[in-house]
T-cell receptor, first 117, second 115 residues
Framework: DTGVSQNPRHKITKRGQNVTFRCDPI?????LYWYRQTLGQGPEFLTY????????KSRLLSDRFSAERPKGSFSTLEIQRTEQGDSAMYLC???????????????FGQGTRLTVV | GNSVTQMEGPVTLSEEAFLTINCTYT??????LFWYVQYPGEGLQLLLK?????DKGSNKGFEATYRKETTSFHLEKGSVQVSDSAVYFC??????????????FGQGTILTVHP
């Protein structure tokens, strides 16, 4: 297992264009998380999946953002009509879970750096 | 809501110096506490964790103790190395329900260690 994989690593797009990022979690991790990290700040939670169900979304996730995990494996994060303020590192993480266990360790990918020009 | 506050950085030390990075938190219930590290060009890696009060997490010479009475989880290392240069993030995971694994991070502390 090579860990959490994110593609692309870097994306430069023009304002107003749509972009899509992909995350492949660690095999058999049923929880998947998306975070956004801006320069000089810690990651901020965006959304969370348990298998294919999207269970929670942050207020940071505006209507222009949508995330899917159609088969409970990989996930995509799409940003429509990108704005310069969307420029950030988008991080994906996965963890084992379910049940009432307290195994909350999340394993992070290297992220996709988005630059909107 | 939950929040994490880390000491202002950056921190610059000489090799073999003692390191402390302060972290305090605000949360309801009994969160789990973490330190993550981000080396240059790499993703976030879990450094250590503690899941209940008075637990001590440790790894690679780093330690942190979960202090509920002071709502703190300070990171310490007795003798830092150049290879410890990285950004360190304190984080918490809320207790219960779907918030397991949903992390609230501090702003990060840049550590630079000189030979």
């Amino acid at each position: 297992d090579t860990g959490v994989s994110q593609n692309p690593r870097h994306k430069i797009t023009k304002r107003g264009q749509n972009v899509t990022f992909r995350c492949d979690p660690i095999s058999e991790h049923n929880r998947l998380y998306w975070y956004r990290q801006t320069l000089g700040q810690g990651p901020e939670f965006l959304t969370y999946f348990q298998n294919e169900a999207q269970l929670e979304k942050s207020r940071l996730l505006s209507d222009r953002f949508s995330a899917e995990r159609p088969k409970g494996s990989f996930s995509t994060l799409e940003i429509q009509r990108t704005e310069q303020g969307d420029s950030a590192m988008y991080l994906c993480a996965s963890s084992p879970g379910g049940g009432q266990g307290r195994n909350t360790e999340a394993f992070f990918g290297q992220g996709t750096r988005l630059t909107v020009v | 809501g939950n929040s994490v506050t880390q000491m202002e950085g950056p921190v610059t030390l000489s090799e073999e110096a003692f390191l402390t990075i302060n972290c305090t938190y605000t949360a309801t219930g009994y969160p789990s506490l973490f330190w993550y590290v981000q080396y240059p060009g790499e993703g976030l890696q879990l450094l250590l964790k503690a899941t209940k009060a008075d637990d001590k997490g440790s790894n690679k010479g780093f330690e942190a103790t979960y202090r509920k009475e002071t709502t703190s989880f300070h990171l310490e290392k007795g003798s830092v190395q150049v290879s410890d240069s990285a950004v360190y993030f304190c984080a918490l995971s809320g207790a219960g329900g779907t918030s397991y694994g949903k992390l609230t991070f501090g702003q990060g502390t840049i550590l630079t260690v000189h030979p």
